[in-house]
Nanobody, 116 residues
Framework: VELVESGGGLVQPGGSLRLSCTVS????????MGWYRQAQGKEREWVAT???????NYEDSVKGRFTISGNKVEKTVYLQMNSLKPKDTAVYYC???????????WGKGILVTVSS
């Protein structure tokens, strides 16, 4: 199984970034796709999820600024991040849950830094 993340980097406050993550090598389809993040010195926290039925959920602090989307066929999840704030600085991890046995798959993480 391989997960490939891209799109992170350094951006000024108020700027935008788009993260993407593709999983390959798994058997069966994807049930849930999502993103988590971990700021330095803090625990990993949930950011957003999208289910196979198209249900979207967001952590309160990112509502209205972040948009999650996904392609079930390509097994790719995206996170469009707008109006970024310094407190959004973290390592972002993509996460997939498969229908088969409910297996969990995690990306290695990609750094997003919001700073002037």
């Amino acid at each position: 199984v391989e997960l490939v993340e891209s799109g992170g980097g350094l951006v000024q406050p108020g700027g935008s970034l788009r993260l993407s993550c593709t999983v390959s090598g798994i058997i069966g389809s994807i049930n849930v796709m999502g993103w988590y993040r971990q700021a330095q010195g803090k625990e990993r926290e949930w950011v957003a999820t999208i289910t196979s039925a198209g249900s979207l959920n967001y952590e309160d602090s990112v509502k209205g600024r972040f948009t999650i989307s996904g392609n079930k066929v390509e097994k790719t999840v995206y996170l469009q991040m707008n109006s970024l704030k310094p407190k959004d600085t973290a390592v972002y991890y993509c996460h997939f849950i498969g229908f088969l046995y409910g297996a969990n798959y995690w990306g290695k993480g990609i750094l997003v830094t919001v700073s002037s």
